[in-house]
């Protein structure tokens, strides 16, 4: 997965070249831009069908469209968002989303106090037309953004629904169905490598 | 690294056995709860220096302070968080920092219908005045959370404030100098997993 990981790094420097009129990019460039070794971006981009040619490289604007195919970005995905309280209406204002192929469709809570409040340009909706509106437009994608006690039971509300990919940014490890996948985010994951790095660079290994 | 990842999910686990009064846990129970190998579990908990006896497993309160104390978290680290928009104000309502021992003590924005402002309790001062806090306070960490197109800027005045580590939640990546470390938020990698094992799920195999 931590090849999967990196693509959407490369895909940023590509449309950076593609934007400056580039038309190749080596391997090598790649490489270095992201401090890592040529035979494992060669191995990461692998996954696309691409391969670069020895002298030329990569064709920029071919890479581009492998690796969007490749994460199914080439065409929007809309998702639904449960849960809009500070972070869910962080992410619904999050621009990022455009160039990762993620349009948030529909945005839900249970807080009467929130429901019907427009949060940048979308308006929330009770959870109770979760399944209405799933099951009206398709959707298969869901942005799991309540309290952490409450996870479980917006999750089981989306697998009911209709959803079979929950984006889960609660602490709570959620139980779904085996056609359903989750991906946690989880920020303490990476706080503890900060945290971690930060203590060893503050504190040197004492002389022998 | 990804053993450090991990330890953020044993801490919560044992925290729930503390609540709950036991006094011991078993490595196996460990390794279950996070779909791992009990061997992994133990690689990961042996940095901590805490080693489980053969019968009884891990003593949850010495497991707790030992996974603490490895990550500093055992005293809450102060940070400062430079770019107060969405994601900034989402971050600063964010409860579960408490678990990990961190605390944004400023919130600091370059935006003049910004400053003065106060979210969840902390009111949003001119950047202008982060070397000076940064100086009096002795914080070293900073949460980063301008726009993309800020955010080398506001590193560089991270940097010059005197901070050492930088939690990065903006796409850009940062140039910083060898005495700073930096970790990046990338909600695109997370995306790219789920997308591709939703693309996976959808999409079976085609039948030889």
Not at 54 to 59: D, E, L, N
């Given at each position: 997965m931590a090849g999967i990981k990196r693509l959407p790094g490369y895909l940023q420097l590509l449309r950076e070249l593609q934007a400056d009129g580039h038309e190749f990019v080596s391997g090598t460039v790649l490489a270095e831009t992201h401090d890592l070794e040529p035979a494992i971006v060669r191995k990461d981009l692998a996954v696309t069908g691409i391969i670069g040619t020895?002298?030329?490289?990569?064709?920029v604007n071919d890479l581009i469209v492998a690796i969007e195919h490749f994460l199914g970005w080439n065409s929007p995905a809309k998702a639904v968002l449960v849960g809009v309280g500070n972070l869910g209406a962080a992410l619904l204002g999050y621009r990022g989303f455009d160039d990762y192929g993620l349009r948030i469709a529909g945005a839900f809570d249970r807080d009467p106090a929130r429901i019907g409040l427009s949060i940048h340009g979308r308006k929330i909706q009770p959870v109770e037309k979760l399944t209405t509106f799933v099951r009206a437009t398709g959707i298969i994608l869901g942005v799991l953004t309540v309290p952490a006690g409450a996870a479980q039971e917006a999750t089981d509300l989306m697998v009911q629904a209709g959803i079979r990919g929950i984006w889960n940014f609660t602490p709570t490890k959620v139980k779904v169905p085996e056609h359903v996948v989750t991906q946690k985010e989880d920020l303490a994951e990476g706080l503890a490598v900060l945290s971690h790095r930060l203590q060893h660079l503050m504190r040197p290994a004492s002389p022998v």
């Open positions: 020895p002298r030329r490289g990569f064709c």
